[in-house]
């Protein structure tokens, strides 16, 4: 039986759920779904250039499994681009450092130290309390929420 995977550090999340072509109509079953610590992996080799090193201990996972992470990514963006499949970005074994809140009344979108009580967070833009958890939306890919459909 295998152990259990740590969880993969992530620093920020993404700005965007995902893409599609612009020529097509979003097909969510033929989606290629990119998990968050892959996004994360892409983000800090291609983005950042950092070296895999570098880059394993800023995830917490050691060198091997980043590279087998990046590997994974790098085909499914690959995969999405020359297929023309939809990609989201959701889901995985990741801990994220900060809460991430979208503010549905004014589209802000802030993060704050992780909340013990969420339902008295309110937007510091507009003092709205119809915020939407990014870090729940995210994790769990809920596709029902008024950013995700």
């Known amino acids: 039986m295998p152990r259990l995977k740590l969880l993969r550090t992530l620093d920020d999340l993404p700005i965007i759920k995902g893409f599609r072509p612009i020529w ?16 994360e992996a892409l983000r800090l080799i291609d983005y950042e250039k950092q070296i895999h ?35 989201l970005i959701e889901g995985g074994n990741v801990t994220i450092q900060e809460s991430h809140w ?28 119809q915020l939407l958890n990014l870090n729940n ?3 769990s890919g809920c596709r029902r929420c008024r950013r995700c459909k």
């Open 53 to 87: 090193e570098q880059a394993a201990l800023a995830m917490n996972v050691s060198r091997p499994t980043f590279t087998r992470i990046y590997e994974t990514a790098r085909q499914k963006l690959s995969t999405a681009l020359v297929e023309g499949r939809s990609l």
């Open 24 to 39: 097509m109509k979003a097909n969510l079953r033929q989606a290629v779904i990119m998990n968050l610590e892959e996004y």
């Open 137 to 139: 939306c995210f994790l």
């Open 102 to 129: 979208y503010c549905e009344n004014c589209f802000h979108k802030f993060s704050a130290a992780i909340a013990s009580e969420p339902e008295k967070m309110i937007c510091p833009k507009c003092n709205s309390k």
